[in-house]
């Protein structure tokens, strides 16, 4: 890590300088912050700093590497600058590249983790019940594929993507917003551990910063530029996702979408870009499609090798055998076994969106009958009930 | 000259034994009471000056000093007089002190001379009977009621004259007629066949009742949510002698009953904007609340979502450990508590028809979180109803009405409680985790099926538990010594949902 190079990180730290006043330019939100962060050191203090540009002109003189490595040491935080081979090779396309990405989970667990195959799982905060399910199984069957997910440890989406992916193997990657040793918001402060144990946590803020306006879509074009893939899973429109998946067509990189019902303002984002022209993602096979062509359902075993050289790293025998082929198999294996016509007969009713009456209605089964169906299929996970007791059918099959 | 007789003060559901002294000695004519007496003590003087005057009696002339002992509880209400005035009467030698011994004595006096009615007749007969008192004076409208209590001779009077009369022996009234236990059970007018459809409700509704469970049910509003609570009192077994002497020493207390044995459980319906306080008890002189007023029945509460959230959070112990516990400066009051709960909420926060709603999922999650999740915790069944279909009441056929599910829960809880009649409990609901241990056998694929649950992780160490007693009340419902897998199905579908349980 010492090989950071010193000008690299006092851009970096600049930028962090300057960044209270970045937001204030960017008054209107979700403008992307691109050209802004392409620009010089002299022509962004010039554009950004007004009356406070002596003192980060001051700033630029005085700033010390060492010092500011002695910091990054302390945090226990790695740096790799855009200079270095470790350097994702992914955020090579953007405008603007950050000049160091700051990590927690150690850079050689990044440079393992950046260089197989790597997907990106985006999504509204306020989440529908289904997005999530789907967002959580998309994390854990990718990742148990041996893809890197990346996601950017919000609420909602990103959370379950992350969860997804630590239980699909652990190889979990998270974005932030603000200095990656500031968890945001508090209520992800389990999950932050957990994937900065397991995975990696990075940003292009040094630690400490805490998160700006602008600092969420400029987050974005990172997540954008490390993933072959975007797949957006719920949004809204507008919505930071949508700017995730704009970033990610600017720069040439596959976009998906899961499809959301026409009538749900919170899936409009994501509709919009299918009609857009997005792959339409209804599962992990569908991202693994998109990544490696159609019918190639798994990682060749050549893209395997650094994924496996990490996993022997991070996690020695934790959960080492049994796992990769355990978790995925698991879905497939229920499905297998065939179900009863009556529990079928009900679980196509619940599809159809009628209730426990109508199924008994319909049916001709007694009251007990049908909630004893219920129940069992709630038992094999296959329907669920939302906050307020209605029965869905779950995503999985 | 001392004279002393022995009266009760209502506390909680119970009652306590006060002795009143009355001191009377020669000095300025003078009437005072000591033994923190409340206002309405305190005027007793008055009442009882004019009472004496008024039957014919003589009110001594003399320094008179009442105490009301023990002298650090708080006496109040006006239950006091009748005890004074008889105190009076003997301080003063118009009654020879010796005739009182054996006597407790209980009421309010009128101006007049007449004695007024009071509350909570058969908490004081049972306290004047443990207390080993043999005979209780007590006005005669609440002579019925505390003959209800056995192994104590109740003379109901009418007025302070016959009570005078009474203790001269030369006067004695018509002994009290206990009404017998009136063995129907609920008012025949509301039935279940009055509710159309809902048939999966219904059946949460007869394992309620035959479990003695507590329900939520969600709906849109005008689906018989609370029709269908209104009835559970009609399929429930009919109160025992035992438990109907508890139901009527509460309502006693509480000033509700009709001063007669109450043979019908009760329900108990508060509006949704009542008081902690108003709803487990409480106050300066803690008076019962609607779960104890409910106790041996049913507590419904409507719109469950608008009730504030401290008193919904009021309820954890009730609900827990049957009974209420007040704790007023150094003493601590215990109030029963035994009520099912029975909740109904819509199905989303603007209450129109599925067909108008306009909510979105975050609103209904919102909805859903403002129900209290310790309270939602307790709660063994969980039922959605929707909107009504009209052909479902025809299509179902056998319209089985409040007798039929009454007789299959009443068989339910025969089973339970020969089952339960060494463990102390009434019915599943009652089980704890140990219990459930002991009294739930499961078939061995039912054993296999609750495996997969634990292994699938719906199912937590408290959920089992209740899952096992659910499926328990439907094995009983069907007669089944065991639980088989489709028990267990059933009760699996009548827990929380799993989304309710994560936004809760």
């Known amino acids: 890590m010492s090989a950071v190079c010193a000008a690299c990180l006092r851009r970096s730290h600049l930028v962090a300088c300057l960044a209270p006043r970045i937001a204030g330019l960017l008054d209107r939100p979700r403008r992307r912050p691109a050209t802004l962060l392409a620009l010089e050191e002299n022509e962004l203090i010039a554009r950004v700093a007004g009356s406070g540009g002596a003192a980060a002109a001051r700033f630029l003189q005085t700033f010390d590497a060492r010092s500011a490595r002695r910091r990054l040491v302390a945090a226990r935080i790695d740096a790799v600058c855009c200079h270095e081979e470790s350097y994702p090779a992914g955020l090579g396309a953007l405008d603007d590249p950050p000049p160091v990405l700051y990590i927690a989970g150690g850079a ?37 594929a041996g893809v890197t997910v990346v996601s950017g440890l919000a609420l909602g989406i990103d959370a379950a993507a992350h969860r997804g992916a630590l239980a699909g193997g652990g190889k979990a990657l998270a974005v932030l917003g603000s200095g990656a040793d500031v968890v945001s918001p508090r209520s992800n402060l389990r999950l932050y551990e957990l994937v900065r144990e397991r995975g990696v946590i990075c940003s292009e803020l040094p630690p400490g910063q805490r998160a700006f306006r602008w600092s969420f879509p400029a987050r974005n074009r990172i997540m954008a530029g490390l993933g072959a893939i975007t797949v957006v899973v719920e949004a809204a429109d507008p919505s930071g996702s949508l700017i995730t998946a704009a970033f990610a067509a600017d720069i040439g990189r596959e976009v998906g979408a899961v499809p959301g019902r026409v009538t749900a303002r919170l899936a409009a984002g994501s509709n919009r870009l299918l009609r857009d022209g997005a792959s339409v993602i209804r599962d992990a096979d569908d991202v693994l499609d998109a990544l490696f062509g159609a019918r ?51 679980l196509q009713s619940v599809e159809a969106g009628a209730g426990p009456a109508e199924i008994a209605r319909d049916g001709g089964l007694s009251a007990a009958d049908v909630r004893a169906a219920l129940g069992r299929l709630e038992l094999l996970g296959l329907v669920r009930r939302d906050v307020l007791g209605m029965y869905e059918r779950t995503a999985r099959r | 000259m001392l004279a002393s007789v022995a009266t009760f003060a209502i506390e909680g559901v119970d009652s306590r034994e006060v002795t009143v002294e009355v001191d009377s000695r020669r000095g300025l004519p003078a009437f005072t009471i000591v033994g923190l007496p409340d206002p309405a003590v305190r005027e007793a003087r008055e009442r009882v000056r004019a009472a004496l005057l008024n039957s014919g009696l003589e009110f001594p002339l003399r320094r ?263 704790v007023r400066g150094q003493r601590s009051i215990v109030f029963p508590a035994a009520a099912m709960l029975v909740a109904a909420c819509n199905n989303c926060p603007c209450a129109r028809s599925p067909d108008d709603c306009a909510c979105t999922a ?109 499926a328990r009340t439907i094995a009983d419902l069907a007669a089944r010594p065991q639980i088989e897998p489709s028990d267990l199905d059933e009760a699996l579908g009548f827990r929380l949902g799993s989304g309710m349980r994560a936004a809760a």
Not at chain 2, 366 to 388: F, K, N, P, Q, T
């Open chain 1, 296 to 346: 190639e359902r798994h990682v060749a075993p050549s893209d395997r090798g650094p994924a496996k050289v990490s996993e022997a790293s991070a996690e020695p025998a934790a959960e080492g055998p049994g796992r990769a082929p355990g978790l995925p198999t698991r879905p497939a294996g229920r499905a297998a076994e065939p179900l009863e016509p009556r529990l079928r007969s009900v």
């Open chain 2, 64 to 326: 008179l000093t009442a105490n009301l002992a023990p002298a650090h509880l708080r006496k109040a209400g006006p239950s006091f007089d009748l005890a004074l005035a008889v105190a009076v009467l003997a301080g003063s030698g118009q009654l020879p002190c010796s005739d009182l011994s054996g006597y407790a004595v209980c009421g309010e006096l009128s101006l007049g001379g007449l004695v007024r009615p009071i509350e909570g007749a058969v908490a004081i007969a049972h306290g004047a009977r443990s207390v080993g008192y043999p005979r209780l004076i007590i006005p005669v409208e609440n002579a019925a009621e505390a003959a209800l209590v056995e192994g104590i001779e109740v003379f109901g009077v009418p007025s302070l004259d016959r009570i005078v009369a009474l203790l001269r022996g030369s006067w004695r009234p018509d002994p009290p007629r206990a009404r017998p236990v009136s063995s129907v059970p609920a008012p025949e007018d509301l039935d279940l066949t009055d509710v159309r459809g809902q048939a999966d409700a219904k059946r949460a509704l007869e394992i309620a009742a035959a479990g003695g469970h507590n329900l939520l049910m969600i709906g849109p509003p005008g689906v018989g949510k609370t029709m269908l609570a209104r009835r559970l009192p009609g399929i429930l077994p009919p109160p025992s002698v035992e438990e109907s002497l508890e139901i009527t020493r509460i309502h006693s207390v509480a000033g509700l009953s009709g001063r007669t044995l109450v043979s019908q459980r009760p329900f108990r319906a508060p509006h949704h904007t009542v008081s902690a306080s108003g709803l487990v008890g409480g106050g300066v002189v803690p008076r019962p609340g609607e779960i104890t007023l409910a106790h041996r029945g049913v507590l419904f509460l409507d719109e469950l979502a608008e009730f504030s959230r401290t008193a919904l959070e009021a309820l954890r112990q009730p609900l827990e450990e049957g009974r209420v516990e007040i």
């Open chain 1, 108 to 144: 050689d667990r990044l440079r393992a983790m950046t260089a197989g195959p790597v997907a990106t799982i985006v999504g509204t905060r306020r989440a529908s019940p289904y997005a999530l399910e789907v967002a959580y199984q998309l994390g854990r069957d990718v990742a148990a």
């Open chain 2, 362 to 470: 975050a609103d209904r999650a919102r909805y859903a979180a403002r129900l209290s999740h310790a309270l939602l915790d307790r709660i063994d069944l969980v039922c959605r109803l929707e909107a009504g279909l009209p052909s479902a009441a025809t299509a179902s056929g056998a319209r089985s009405g409040s007798a039929v599910a009454r007789g299959r829960a009443l068989a339910a809880r025969e089973r339970q409680s020969r089952r339960l009649v060494e463990s102390g409990v009434f019915c599943n609901a009652g089980m704890d985790a140990r219990l459930t241990r002991r009294y739930v056998e499961l078939t061995p694929s039912a054993r296999s099926r609750l495996v997969e649950a634990q292994e699938g992780g719906s199912l937590t160490g408290r959920g089992h538990d209740r899952v096992l007693r659910i």
